[in-house]
Structures are given as C-alpha cells and as structure tokens.
C-alpha cells in the first residue's frame, strides 16, 4: 500500500505504444503547396499550382499551421532534433535521440543532405551521402559498435541500390533520388521486428528541384513524393510503428517561372518558406486537423509523448495535444483519492502523487475527503491539490440552488419593471 507522499501510476484506460517512430523530413517542402487550406504566391504576386500528396494529408493527425523558425536546412535540422529554436548545430545539447537511447531505443539515419557532424554522431546506425550530388553520389554507411548485423547488411543493400534510383536525367533522377531514401527506410522498417527504434529520414531532392529547376520541376517532384511515400505509410502501419512526416523548410520563387530559394533575405520572411507540413500517422494518434498556430520546436515533445519517453531535455516546445489518450499528473492528493467521469469512478489513487494514464479528452473529477476538484483533460494535464480549494459536493448543491433562485429572482424584477413601464 502506497504511503503518503509516493508515486503511483494508474493505467485507467489502454494506451497504444508504438513500437517504433519515423521522423521523415523532407527538405523544402512548403505546406503551402501541398495543404488544402493555403496557397503559394511566387514574389511579383504569380498564384503558383500545387501538388496532391494524398498519402500527406489523407489521415493523421495535420497540424494546419507549423513553422519553423529559421529557414535553412542544417540549422533547421538541429532545432527539430532538440526542440529549441537558438540551438546551435556544431553544439547542440541533448537531443530527442539521447533521450531515445536512455530508454533503450536504437537510434538510426538515413540520410541525404544537410546534417551537421553531431547529428550523424547521434546514430547507433547511418547511411548518409556526404555531398549534395544528385548523380555520381555513393551513400555512406556507419555504425557504433554492437549494431545488430542484420542492420549493416540492410544498409549496404540500399548503399548498392542508390545508384539505380538516381541514374535518370531530368525529374525523373530528382524523383528517384527521393525515392530510395523513402523505400530504403521501408525496408529498414519492415527487418526491425521486434527492436524498438527512433530513425530520421531525410529526402533532398524537393529541396534541388526548386532551387534547380523553377516552380514546375518542383512541383513536379513534390507530386512524385506520393507513391514512395504511400510504401512508407504502409510499412510502418503493419509494423506498429509511428511516421512524422515534416521538412525543414519551404522554398519561395520570384515568379511563375523563376528558379527559387528559401535563406536569403527577400525569401526568408515569406510564408512559402516558413510554413512547414506536419503529420502524424500511427498507433496512438488521432485523425484530426488541428488548428492554431504550431512551430517545429513542438515536434520533439510531441514524438516523446506519444512514445511515452521519459527524458530530462529543457524543451522550449509543447507537444501537440494529438494523442488518443493523456495523462493527468496529481500531486498533493490527500488520503482516498478517486478519479470519476460521468457518474461512475473510473480509478483509485494514493495519498500524495499519482498519475492516472490512458484518459480520452473530457471532463474529469478528483473526489477525497468530501471534497471535489473539476479538471478538463485536453491533452497531458497537471493537477496540484495541496492547498487547493474544493468545494463539498453538499455545498455545490447548496449553491446551485441558490443561483437558481437568484436567476428566478432577477427575472421577476426584470419583468415587473417591463409591466411598470408601460403605466
């Protein structure tokens, strides 16, 4: 029996933990092409066309509007791995990878451009190309010691495979070069059975096409992001395992025609570049847009809250109430704590801290001692009773009933003055 002033979880209700996560970053990809809800202008005011990617924005959770707070890829890249916007890339502090470490997670790469060298040290395995070629390239491959060999074996088939994908001239090579980054972490996905894991995936060619081949190759290889990006879904849907899907920036054109770009001063500052896409597919994620105003400093503790890791990161982001179930954390709870909804008591606690896991949004009530406290559960909540006021339920009845009469009483003045006045 739990004493007072000890800490006890109480699993209310199932929780799903998926067995695994996926961050895919898609380096250039403005939301404002590929979201329903916003459109992309080119700088001289051209309305530029978009791109379909069903497998993005056809289930999840959306978070409609997500920016990021500078728009350059390795900077970028560092913000997103810590969940703080000053992060500094060639010193970054503690990542989401070391908390995923901490909690027995194997961490793992693959990927195209962008990442400055503490990020690859980050990795119990990387297979990454060590320039921005679109041909000619040779992914590299590395490993801390006790990899599993199952993985070295997988990444040296996909290092040999590179060359095919990104053999083709045109925007065709551009779609392949993103397509073997895509389907090489399906297949990773697929012979991690078993080993729970944190990859980063990052795809470059949206990134080259806009800045390389103007707003219609750019588009053109957004919309080809859609089928290796359905292969991914699915891999991870049969394997348990959750996929975020967002990118490190958007890109901006002068015009309809014009080649763009996303860091330069006349770029930097327009919606086209700041505006990111963020998708939460997987177990333990509802299907919902979410609205308001978002930043890629909240997808860390969003990907530590859904895979329920504990870490002790000064986050500078929230996570996004996304999740199926929350968790309400009660400290100061007094002897007999319970937990109600509805009319029915869902759960006992404990005297002092408990926390009570597994809640659907709603409204809840903590009852001890005749007391009662009111919470509303719209994400991780936190409760502290010590000292708080409660009002007895008797009390409460009380109060209604004289608010009642108050109303009632208010009314009949009210109506009386109406009559008066018409003397």
């Not at 908390?99 to 297979?127: F, H, I, K, S, T």
């Not at 993985?151 to 001239?169: E, G, I, K």
């Not at 045109?170 to 399906?186: I, M, Q, R, S, T």
């Not at 001692?369 to 409660?390: F, P, R, S």
Request: net charge negative; aromatic share 6%; glycine share 14%.
């Amino acid at each position: 029996m739990p004493g007072v002033g000890s800490a006890i979880d109480v699993q209310v209700g199932p929780q799903a933990q998926p067995g695994g996560a996926v961050i895919l970053v898609v380096d250039g990809l403005g939301a404002s092409y590929v979201y329903p809800e916003h459109r992309a202008y080119a700088l001289d005011g051209s309305p530029l066309e978009g791109a379909v990617l069903f497998n993005l924005t056809g289930g999840g959770a959306r978070a409609v509007d997500v920016q990021v707070p500078v728009p350059e890829t390795t900077k970028s890249h560092s913000v997103l791995i810590t969940g703080n916007s000053g992060t500094d890339p060639d010193n970054s502090g503690p990542t989401i990878f070391d908390a995923a470490r901490a909690n027995g997670y194997l961490c793992l790469a693959v990927l195209e451009r962008g990442d400055a060298m503490p990020v690859l040290q980050e990795m119990d395995g990387v297979l990454y190309l060590g320039d921005n070629a679109l041909h000619g390239a040779e992914p590299i491959p590395g490993f801390r010691a006790g990899a599993p060999p199952g993985l070295r074996y997988r990444f040296q088939v996909w290092r040999d495979r590179f060359a095919r994908y990104s053999a083709p001239q045109g925007e065709a090579g551009y779609a392949g070069y993103n397509a073997w980054a895509l389907d090489a972490a399906a297949d990773i996905v697929q012979n991690l059975s078993g080993q729970r894991f944190l990859m980063l995936v990052n795809v470059g060619a949206v990134d080259s096409a806009g800045h390389n081949l103007g707003a219609d190759g750019y588009r053109q290889t957004v919309q080809a992001l859609d089928v290796p990006l359905g292969r991914l879904v699915e891999a991870c849907r049969r394997n348990n395992v959750l996929l975020a899907v967002t990118a490190d920036h958007g890109m901006v054109f002068p015009s309809a025609t014009g080649k763009g770009g996303h860091s330069a001063e006349k770029y930097a500052s327009r919606p086209e570049a700041l505006r990111v896409p963020l998708v939460f597919l997987g177990p333990g994620v509802e299907e919902l847009n979410l609205a308001g105003r978002w930043s890629e400093v909240d997808i860390a503790p969003t990907v530590q809250s859904i895979l329920n890791i504990s870490s002790k990161m000064t986050l500078e982001g929230k996570s996004l109430p996304i999740r199926e179930d929350f968790n309400l954390h009660v400290t100061g709870a007094p002897v007999g704590l319970e937990l109600w909804r509805d009319g029915e008591r869902l759960a006992n606690g404990s005297a002092g801290e408990n926390c009570f896991r597994g809640l659907p949004r709603g409204q809840y009530s903590l009852k001890a001692g005749g007391k009662e406290w009111a919470v509303l559960v719209n994400g991780d909540a936190a409760m502290d009773l010590a000292g708080k006021g409660a009002m007895p339920g008797s009390s409460k009845k009380i109060l209604g009933v004289i608010l009642i009469l108050a109303i009632n009483l208010a009314g009949i003045v009210i109506i009386f003055r109406i009559w008066k006045g018409r003397d």
